[in-house]
């Protein structure tokens, strides 16, 4: 049916626009496989609609227009066919296996690039989307075509925020100009960048974006005036030297002139140089050429003259920058380029890479890029958590470089600001953990020394020398960073696990009871809230919990039985408090408790308390998403902490998809009861192709729970295990946890 979209042709339908504008753009592609890609998702979104209201389809078309639009020719099958199906898995209950079985192992594997992680529990909003970026940049070392689906997604996104609440149209515009925009940058892919940070600003300081759009409109006519004056005499003096070349005016992006107003501290109408000049020759010798004839008419500004030619940027920008005075002894900034720099300007990456052959980059772009893909790989390993992953993230996005020679006058590449020891590191890691000092240019200088460019660095060592925490606030680079915390944590981590264990044997010796191996402490550990026994260990040296804690989990002191009590005060007491046993409430007594069955956590994970009216506190995952609601006021949150008997259980719900064939459930049931585990209830709902399985298991903690996990997920067949929330049962049953 006809599409209402501004690129839409009257009575053209959404699939006959796509395969127009394969044909405009002079894309040579598979086109009966993209137009099965989109026949897929439109029958995979079918009833779908955005919060416009608008058909869901027309956005993975948008960003295949995207992608048509960036690569034009050099768009191919493949990448076209994975922006069409890049929502399936994620909106949709299709699943990876059933791309790749439809349309091959290339797409299903940029389509799993792009697909936020789901069926996993994170700790908090911010490790979950850290875990999410993580995954895109490993998919993007592999096969480049991820980032430019991503990026087209998130292009497609921003033009159509409109809708979404406020607080959502700031969060994704924030993520946008925070990550994206950098990422297109740091690729090269100038195109997407400007507008990207544009709509960014939009969003974010609305007054601000159109203030700007009605000051930089009402001068247009001004500029275009100035940029002919500027014109004019740079064409005549370029013939005249035989030089072909395309003069034209480049006007600021308006992300561009905020940030410098910003920085300035200037308002519009007192900065000189809001727009500038491009020349696009053939040659690199005219692009020098020509910067002799420009300096010739104009007079040059000191110190405003970089070379990105002979020292390209690590997103492969080459050009040459140069601002003189043009006419009214205004500022103007010209570049100069030749035609392919230019088209690596707007397409970066895009511009070098053969999507013909599809997968990963090869060694030449990754070493033109700075290593920029092996370090998603380098992020993965060294990453403590969520916050360290984005540290290094944004490290990487935002930098200026400075130029550094070896001793053996080889030639490295640093962000401004870097020190002897971010050069260490970019060295190897051993000599990056062993220095102790450095010569730069044949003189002794101190750690703390910011390299320039031009610099000749040579490095000491001694092989007693370690990191310090000092260090962090020395370097400029992730690498360096990431493999400073990683030492100073592992070491911190090593001395509180020996101290930790050391009390633990000192106190089990002081009642004369056998020292237990760490293996042994594993139920005490996740009773305490603690997902592995180091962790214990190493809360009890740096005295989190105390060693007479531990002891106590493990030999359980006598309690003398309270003489029963017929009083029905009693009895109603002891029922509403029986809830929360297990549960430790900021060494505050008499709370009521309750277990939130929208979450239903269990003893391991990480909990919050939130205050609820008239049935005292409800204790959920700290993940949870109602534990996000903004109506919640921070007094109502209160710290929670396991402390549980080892044989208490709690009942979790699990949601196990796999194909259908006879005796899946049994198969399944059977695992379950092999890893020692009660269940609940079990059903199964199935047609002729796929089932679908709900178990509710008795648990007693985490590792618990993940070993049920594991042994269902060996079951031939099953494709999926999903922690179900919202369930519902009697209060009690036995000894086991249930919220009602």
């Known amino acids: 049916m006809p599409l209402e979209s501004a690129r839409s042709k009257p009575d053209e339908t959404l699939r006959g626009r796509i395969e ?81 079985s439809e349309f091959g192992a290339e797409v299903a594997a940029i389509v799993d690039g792009v697909t936020k992680i789901s069926g996993l529990e994170f700790e908090s909003p911010e490790a979950e989307q850290a875990e999410n970026f993580r995954k895109m940049l490993l998919s993007m070392a592999r096969d480049i075509r991820v980032i430019l689906v991503k990026l087209g997604d998130r292009l497609h996104n921003m033009r159509t925020l409109e809708p979404l609440r406020p607080d959502q149209r700031e969060r994704i515009a924030r993520e946008t100009r925070d990550v994206y925009a950098p990422l297109a940058h740091r690729l090269g892919i100038g195109k997407l960048k400007w507008e990207l940070e544009d709509l960014s600003l939009k969003w974010l300081d609305p007054q601000a974006y159109h203030t700007l759009a009605e000051q930089v409109s009402v001068t247009r006519a001004e500029r275009e005036r100035f940029i002919d004056e500027m014109k004019q005499p740079v064409l005549e003096r370029l013939r005249e030297a035989g030089i072909r070349a395309d003069v034209t005016g480049r006007a600021k992006h308006f992300f561009s ?3 410098k107003m910003q920085v300035r ?33 104009f007079v040059p500004v000191q110190d405003r003259f970089k070379d990105y030619i002979a020292l390209p940027k690590t997103n492969l920008y080459q050009s ?18 030749t035609r392919e720099m230019h088209m690596t300007a707007e397409l970066g990456i895009a511009a070098h890479y053969s999507y013909k052959e599809g997968g990963p980059p090869d060694r030449e772009l990754q070493e033109k890029f700075g290593g920029l893909f092996a ?76 390299l320039r460019n031009g610099d000749i660095v040579e490095i000491i060592t001694s092989s007693n020398a370690q990191p310090t925490k000092d260090w962090l606030g020395l370097v400029a680079t992730s690498k360096a960073r990431a493999k400073i915390r990683h030492h100073l944590n592992a070491r911190e981590q090593q001395d509180s696990i020996a101290l930790g264990r050391d009390m633990l044997q000192r106190e089990f010796r002081r009642h004369r009871q056998k020292v237990p191996a760490d293996k042994d402490l594993t139920d005490a550990a996740q009773a305490l809230g603690f997902d592995e026994t180091e962790l214990l260990l190493a809360a009890v040296g740096r005295g989190d919990i ?15 039985k309270k003489p029963t009590s017929s009083s029905t005060v009693e009895r109603l007491k002891n029922l509403a408090f029986r809830d929360g046993g297990g549960l430790r409430i900021q060494d505050i007594d008499n709370l009521m408790i309750r277990i939130a069955q929208c979450c239903s956590p269990v003893p391991g994970e990480r909990v919050v308390g939130i205050v609820t009216r008239g049935r005292g506190v409800s204790v959920h995952r700290i993940d949870c998403p109602n534990t996000f609601d903004s109506t919640i006021q921070p007094e109502r949150r209160m710290a929670v902490q396991w402390d549980v008997d080892a ?75 999903e922690r179900h929330h919202q369930i519902s049962e009697p209060r009690k049953q036995g000894g086991e946890e249930w919220d009602s």
């Open 375 to 450: 370090s998603a790989a380098e992020w993965e390993s060294e990453a403590g958590d969520a916050q360290d992953f984005m540290d290094f993230l944004h490290l990487s996005l935002y930098q200026d470089e400075v130029f550094i020679f070896t001793p053996k006058r080889e030639l490295k590449r640093l962000p401004k600001g870097s020190t002897p020891i971010d050069f260490a590191y970019m060295i190897h890691s051993q000599v990056g953990g062993h220095c102790v000092g450095a010569r730069v240019n044949g003189r002794i200088v101190p750690l703390r020394y910011e």
């Open 320 to 337: 040459l920058h140069t601002t003189v005075i043009g006419p009214n002894r205004r500022m103007v900034e010209i570049q100069i380029r």
């Open 546 to 560: 105390s060693a007479v804690h531990v002891f106590n989990k493990v030999h359980p002191p006598e309690v003398p």
């Open 265 to 297: 501290g200037v308002r519009l109408e007192e900065m000189y140089d809001l727009f500038g000049v491009r020349v696009v020759t053939r040659t690199k010798a005219e692009c020098y050429q020509a910067l002799g004839i420009i300096h010739d008419l």
């Open 257 to 259: 002139i905020y940030r």
């Open 20 to 100: 127009r504008e394969i044909s405009e753009a002079g894309a040579f592609v598979d086109l009966p496989l993209v137009l099965r890609a989109f026949d897929f998702s439109e029958t995979a979104h079918s009833g779908q609609r955005r919060k416009s209201g608008e058909s869901f389809m027309l956005h993975p078309a948008e960003v295949a227009s995207i992608m048509l639009e960036l690569l034009g020719p050099r768009a191919d099958s493949v990448l076209l066919a994975s922006a069409l199906l890049h929502d399936v898995c994620e909106d949709t209950d299709v699943t990876i296996k059933r791309i790749e």
């Open 647 to 721: 044989d208490r259980t709690f009942l979790v719900k699990l949601v196990v998809y796999g194909r259908e064939r006879g005796g899946l459930l049994a198969d399944i049931a059977e695992a379950i009861t092999g890893s020692g585990t009660n269940i609940r209830r079990a059903e199964v709902d199935s047609d002729s192709t796929s089932a679908r399985g709900n178990f509710v298991v008795a648990v007693k903690n985490l590792g618990h729970l993940r070993r049920v996990i594991g042994a269902i997920r060996k079951v031939r067949g099953v494709t999926r295990i």
